[in-house]
């Protein structure tokens, strides 16, 4: 629920669409067992019916189908980018919170990451990727983007196809998908439509 991307792959097409769904966006929904929820922000949907019922008031806000659900914890995201090798990204301003001295009602993720083209790693790219304090939805949702495009163009497709149990290895563990993608076979045939995609 802490970042939600809707991502369109079509190996024909000339690139993937990718989606960001702001986590504050306000909807109405059913709340599975009963009850009705209105003017909630779309991550309590997760709170209320996990990836399943976030995917079905996506699908009924933006009338489409969602063929696929894929949900990566904290520590996934983290595996996935140290197994890659990490990621170098163009870190526009200082991303800087300490937490030394406030009072609790002020305290938040802390976070120092100077900026400058850089190497990010494993929970810096993660406080990188997930920093909102000082920021819009809008503004994180493009740097999120941004990262997972150098991620695109740095580790790429024939990297991963000579290899893709490197990364399904690490990442597995922490990630759990939609009862179609449970056999090995059908996630394999995910992960090779992405290399795959533009």
């Keep these: ?14 690139a993937t669409t990718v989606l960001s769904i702001p986590r504050d966006l306000q909807v109405s929904f059913q709340i599975p067992g009963g009850g009705y929820r209105s003017a909630a922000k779309i991550n309590e949907t997760y709170t209320d019916g996990g ?19 894929v949900n990566i914890n904290f520590r996934g995201f983290k595996e996935a980018v140290d197994a ?7 870190v526009d301003r200082w991303y800087y919170h ?7 009602s002020q305290q938040y993720a802390e976070i120092n990451v100077p900026p400058g083209y850089q190497k990010l790693c494993g929970a810096q790219a993660l406080d990188y990727v997930r920093y909102r304090h000082t920021d819009s939805d809008f503004v994180r ?22 290899d893709p149990h490197k990364l399904t290895h690490e ?23 992405v290399g795959y995609s533009a």
């Design 98 to 104: 300490s937490n030394l001295g406030l009072p609790a």
């Design 171 to 193: 990442v597995g563990k922490y990630m759990q998908t939609d009862a179609s993608l449970q056999s090995k076979e059908e996630l394999l045939r995910l992960i090779y439509l």
């Design 141 to 162: 949702s493009a740097r999120q983007q941004d990262f997972l495009r150098q991620i695109k163009s740095q580790y790429g497709a024939s990297q991963f196809l000579a």
């Design 51 to 69: 990836e399943v019922l976030t995917a079905k008031v996506i699908t009924n806000l933006l009338h489409i189908p969602i063929n696929h659900i």
């Design 1 to 14: 629920s802490d970042t939600m991307i809707l991502v369109r792959l079509d190996p024909d097409a000339n």
């Design 84 to 90: 890659i090798g990490c990621v170098y990204a163009d």
